[in-house]
């Protein structure tokens, strides 16, 4: 290992959307990366990003909801990049429905990919981060945390997230380690797409009507949410532990 190692941080996630966009702004901000998602080859785009800029990254493959497989894929980043320094909770999926319409596999999916795969990539990562004395995680929730229509299972799951990420403050806080939540407005990905195909709208129509009704009239950019984590994630946020951080481009009503 050289004398200044640059940290390795893990992003769940990366191949699209603000899993991407982060992936590239933390190795901006001179982090190793282990950009996982559920096919290590669809990360690929992601890691020349990376890699054509001068940084440092990886591609890994793992279902972050299958403990076998967060546990392989954390190990090979070990192995390959050194011990996981920052974990970004990145990786989601929506299957939007009304209550009475959402079955329970819209149920489980959800629950399943973000609560339990926050569980199980953190507990898999702080081992090394206790060894180490330092550690930042930093987890994707939603202003849908505050209740969102057709969303119950995602609703649940964001808010879960939040009171996930305070107890992980609360119990790594001693080995230097922080726990944070990031909790995006609307972003422009492919998620918000298929929120607005399910809404039966074009996305530019979509776009256009949440600009109108945000304070600062504009959506929101993967790279608004990647700006955010990116604080979050460096030495100097030491001392901001256990909060939530919303990113919508006001407050909240
Ligand atoms: P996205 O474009 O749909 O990207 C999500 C990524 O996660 C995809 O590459 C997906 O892979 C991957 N993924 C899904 N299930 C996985 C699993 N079990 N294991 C590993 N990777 C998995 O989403 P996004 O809009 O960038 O959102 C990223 C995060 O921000 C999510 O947690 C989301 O809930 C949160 N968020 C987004 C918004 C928004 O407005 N976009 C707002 C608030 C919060 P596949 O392509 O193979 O499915």
Redesign the pocket.
Known sequence: MPDNPRRVAIV????????AATACRLARDGMAIAA????AG?CEATVAAITVAGGQAIAVG????QADQVAAAVGAVAADLGPPAVLVN?????RDNLLFKMSDDDWDTVVS??LR?AFLMSRAAQKYMVDQRYGRIIT?????ALGSRGQAN?SAA?AGLQGFTKTLAIELGPFGITANAV??????????AATAARLTMSFDDFQASVAAQTPVRRI?Q?AD?AHAVSFLASEGAGFVSGQVLYVTGGPLS
Do not use: E
């Open positions: 769940t996630g990366a191949a699209r959307g603000i899993g996982l998602d559920l096919k669809a793992a279902d972050v909801s990145n990786a989601g999926v929506i990919v973000h795969g994707l929730s939603s202003s849908s995602y964001k909790a995006p407005g609307f972003i422009a990905t492919d998620m918000t929101g993967v949410v």
